[in-house]
């Protein structure tokens, strides 16, 4: 995927996709904000049984009310684990070659998203969510930061394993060529290597020292 020696990958693409991420980070604070000024708005039941929205849901956790016993602990830890992983990923975002187009775009949703949630802990030591989703009887609040980072993952794992040159279980004409001409390039190397290498066992014998006597 990449070159030996690293190189910024920065055109329209990443242009692009910086303004995606600032769109979807503000998508996702002003959601936060009106929950907070327009509570009323976010009590309804949209679909019975399925989907709701409500005001009020404080996450001091992370998922599966992760860490929410102490939040004077599990802050910390999660901010400073968020941050870390947001510096990955922006550095793939930078460096991962611009051909790499779905899985630089799957990058950008994901750091929308943990950037997202990051100004949250920060600010407030807790995570606003107001989406409700039913799932096998429990409920589960979210935000759009979650619905971001869920969908990036998804679609760097769906290109990583199926879609991009160096993809798993290549399914695209573009991923199979690559792949087979990368085969066919290591064999040619190989074959080349094996030729090389009988002569270079060869070594030359030493010839024999002058024994006449004078």
């Known amino acids: 995927m990449f070159k030996k020696k690293l190189k910024p990958q920065f055109g329209k693409l990443s242009i692009i996709l ?64 968020t941050s870390i992983l947001i510096l990955v990923l922006i550095f ?12 630089k775009v799957a990058l950008s949703i994901v750091i929308a998203g943990a950037i997202g949630n990051l100004v949250d802990r920060i600010a407030f030591f807790y995570v606003r969510d107001w989406f409700g989703l039913w799932m096998f009887g429990k409920i589960a609040y ?8 869920v969908i990036g993952a998804v679609l760097a794992a769906v290109d990583m394993l199926f879609l991009n040159e160096v993809a798993v279980f290549p399914l695209t004409k573009k991923a199979k060529a690559f792949q087979a001409a990368r085969k ?8 080349a290597e094996a030729e090389v290498a009988p002569e270079s066992s060869v070594t030359e014998t030493p010839p024999d020292e002058d024994k006449t006597n004078e």
């Not at 959601?31 to 009590?43: L, R």
């Open 92 to 103: 793939g975002f930078i460096f991962v070659p611009n051909r790499f187009t779905i899985l």
């Open 142 to 149: 979210c935000n759009f930061a979650d619905f971001w980072i």
């Open 184 to 191: 066919e390039e290591e064999e040619k190397q190989k074959a």
């Open 18 to 81: 910086l303004v995606v991420i600032a769109v979807l980070i503000a998508a996702d604070l002003l959601t936060k904000h009106f929950e907070e000024a327009y509570p009323a708005a976010f009590n309804v039941t949209i679909i019975p049984g399925f989907i709701e929205l409500r005001s009020g849901i404080r996450n001091p956790g992370c998922a599966f009310s992760f860490l929410d016993e102490n939040p004077n602990i599990g802050q910390p830890v999660l901010i400073t684990v």
